[in-house]
């Protein structure tokens, strides 16, 4: 089955700075990578995703990365806010029409901005 | 649009007795439900799929006698545990599948069920 590795598991950055998570997935079949925004105690909240067919994708300040050949994908947040604050996971999957598509999740970072 | 309920936010039992968890999908259907479980500061762990309709398709190492998932419409999922013991506490989380326009499938998550058993 597919395996996802996050990292870091912590990342401190200061207001305004940059923050990147990189995960690294084990199964080259696997099409379909969103990320997560956790915040204590609530829901998981999509923020963005990627599909393989594409190697970039942006949303204002958030940004995601996708290598196929290395198998490994990364989230860019640009000019960090405090409300970043939150635990970020990544996820894998290969799509399949009509089918399950479970997710597989990696272990997740806790982004920490400071002011 | 994409809004998934879940209910009860919150549950306190005593070991032994059964506990069941709601998971709606408000706004739109859902052929298929996954729900994790969360234990405090790690990751979330897929249970099982739920397929409206059919029975529902457990990960290893998950008890299906144990947490029985019905998917009776296709806008309801339930989780029951049974015979809770204090090990089952967790945060159960749901999340259905909803397709957007353009054919393309995402999963959205419901708020969540954190469960304490006494």
């Known amino acids: 089955g597919e395996n996802v590795e996050q990292h870091p598991s912590t990342l401190s950055v200061q207001e305004g700075d940059s923050a990147v998570i990189k995960c690294t997935y084990s199964?080259?079949?696997?099409?379909?990578f969103p990320w997560y925004k956790q915040e204590l105690g609530k829901r998981p909240q999509l923020i963005i995703d990627i599909r393989s067919n594409v190697g970039e994708k942006k949303d204002q300040r958030i940004a995601v990365t996708l290598n196929k050949t290395a198998k490994h994908f990364s989230l860019h947040i640009t000019e960090t806010q405090p409300e970043d604050s939150a635990v970020y996971f990544c996820a894998a999957t290969k799509e399949v029409t009509g089918g399950g598509n479970k997710l597989t999740f990696g272990t997740g970072t806790q982004l920490k901005v400071e002011l | 649009g994409a809004v998934v309920s879940q209910h009860p936010s919150r549950v306190i039992c005593k070991s032994g007795t059964s506990v069941k968890i709601e998971c709606r999908s408000l706004?739109?259907?859902?052929?298929?439900m996954f729900w994790y479980r969360q234990f405090p500061k790690q990751s979330l762990m897929l249970m099982a799929t739920s397929n409206e309709g059919s029975k529902a398709t457990y990960e290893q190492g998950v008890e299906k006698d144990k947490f029985l998932i019905n998917h009776a419409s296709l806008t309801l999922s339930t989780l029951t545990v049974t015979s809770a013991h204090p090990e089952d506490s967790s945060f159960y989380i749901c999340?259905?599948?909803?397709?957007?326009?353009?054919?393309?499938?995402?999963?959205?998550f419901g708020p969540g069920t954190r469960l304490l058993v006494l």
């Open positions: 999340s259905a599948k909803s397709r957007l326009a353009g054919g393309v499938e995402t999963q959205y």
């Open positions: 706004d739109f259907q859902a052929t298929t």
């Open positions: 199964d080259s079949a696997s099409n379909y």
